[in-house]
């Protein structure tokens, strides 16, 4: 079975290291340069981690639209906005970036460990309450029944998933 995601640090050594290759000797690609956009912005600190992907994955994966519609919900990841039955939800931003992973990823099974690394991009933290606490308020406001969750579902004993019927 193909890994779907995997996660790997980069630290500003290698970033600096990746963009100076990038500029010196840049390959006959497209995506040379949104490479090379992420990397900027992860040495400016305006992004924490970059997802990478071949080509052949990035267009399947993408909606034809850069919205995701999953039943009554809507998520615009450039806007980083949430709508649900057509109402915005106030969201933060790690519980954009939570509820966007999971549904980017939908069925897939992740830890909490695998959620914070995919979210924080930092060393996970023997604490998995921290999860805990920002899947039980994003439940609160976008399930009908946050008591009965329809979208972000808890696997018991493993970690959360988000449903992928319906």
């Known amino acids: 079975m193909k890994k779907k995601i995997g996660f790997v640090s980069m630290d500003s ?32 600190g305006e992004a924490t981690s970059l997802l990478l992907s071949t080509s052949k994955e990035a267009e399947s994966s993408l909606p034809p639209s850069d919205e995701i519609r999953i039943g009554a919900l809507e998520i615009y990841p450039k806007s980083r906005r949430v ?42 933290l023997l604490d998995d309450s921290n999860i805990m606490a920002f899947i ?21 004993g493993i970690g959360y998933k988000f449903n992928d019927r319906v």
């Not at 649900?84 to 830890?111: C, D, H, W």
């Open 83 to 124: 709508r649900m039955q057509g109402a915005e939800v106030s969201l933060t931003p790690k519980e954009f970036e939570i509820l966007y992973f999971l549904a980017q990823n939908r069925g897939e099974v992740f830890t909490k460990e695998q959620i914070y690394k995919a979210v924080w991009s930092e060393n996970y």
């Open 13 to 44: 050594v290698l970033a600096q290291w990746l963009l100076e290759k990038l500029i010196q000797e840049p390959p006959e690609s497209e995506c040379a340069e949104d490479l090379l956009s992420g990397i900027h912005d992860m040495l400016s």
């Open 136 to 156: 039980r308020k994003l439940r609160k406001k976008i399930e009908p029944n946050p008591d009965e969750p329809k979208y972000i579902l808890t696997i018991w």
